[in-house]
């Protein structure tokens, strides 16, 4: 599947790539939240597809939810936006498969929190920003963020990556807890694909039970944070 920014691509060893590219700062918009999820959909429907990996555009993996809707004032767009991209970061790590992400340079924000939702993580060993800025911009998390920043982020870094808005560079994000490794640049999807390519040798089965119990309680308390925010129509805050 494609859309203008987001494709799809079959590779061996039963990975299906996710591209994002939208030319600029790879910003989640409600059209790139629903691809990425439409993809997601597909691996997880398709018992040929093992593993998922989600790939920035060069030098930029995200850099958090769409600017021209987050500065609208449109505090009903504004909250829309952000719950679709708590469902996205909800669905990655409650995916049935494993997700692997290419993290190929800036991942601020929403950036930031879609890497805490994949399996293995890949970053590209290049001068970037990595972490939740939002305290430095005068912005609170949702509740759905902070669930899963407590449950993959360093404890020892729990307090200055969200608390006080510390950003990393790409190798110190491998401590933090946004990365398990750097590769460099013109090599990280290749890292990525080798690493998403090794889980075909695992029983999805298995795969899918465990992962319910690993993160069952997380999962759950996400999904029921994101829908109280839609009841509510919450003024967004990240």
């Known amino acids: 599947m494609s859309t203008q920014a987001v494709s799809t691509e079959r590779l061996d060893g039963g990975v299906l790539l996710c591209h994002i590219d939208d030319g600029k700062a790879n910003a989640l918009s409600k059209d790139i939240i629903a691809s990425v999820l439409a993809a997601l959909d597909e691996a ?11 790939h920035g555009r060069e030098g930029k993996f995200s850099a958090g939810f769409d600017l021209n809707v987050m500065r609208s004032g449109d505090l009903a767009a504004m909250s829309d936006l952000v ?36 399996d293995v993580r890949v970053g590209a060993d290049i001068d970037c920003k990595i972490g939740l800025n939002e305290v430095a911009i005068g912005m609170v998390l949702p509740d759905w963020a902070f669930t899963i920043s407590l449950a993959r982020l360093s404890n020892r870094h729990v307090q200055r990556s969200v608390a006080t808005a510390r950003i990393t560079n790409a190798a110190d994000a491998v401590d933090v807890g946004y990365l398990d490794e750097v590769a460099p640049a013109d090599q990280v999807l290749d890292v990525a694909v080798a690493r998403a390519a090794e889980f075909a040798a695992l029983h999805p089965g298995a795969y899918r039970g465990t992962v319910a119990k690993l993160r069952g309680e997380v999962v759950s308390t996400m999904a029921a944070q994101i829908a109280a925010d839609r009841s509510a129509g919450a003024t967004p805050t990240v």
């Open 44 to 54: 997880e429907s398709d018992d040929s597809v093992t593993s998922f990996v989600v």
């Open 83 to 118: 719950s679709d991209g708590g469902e996205l970061v909800r669905r990655l790590y409650d995916a049935s498969v494993p997700v692997v992400a290419a993290c190929t340079g800036h991942a601020l924000a929403a950036g930031a929190l879609v890497l805490l939702g994949c």
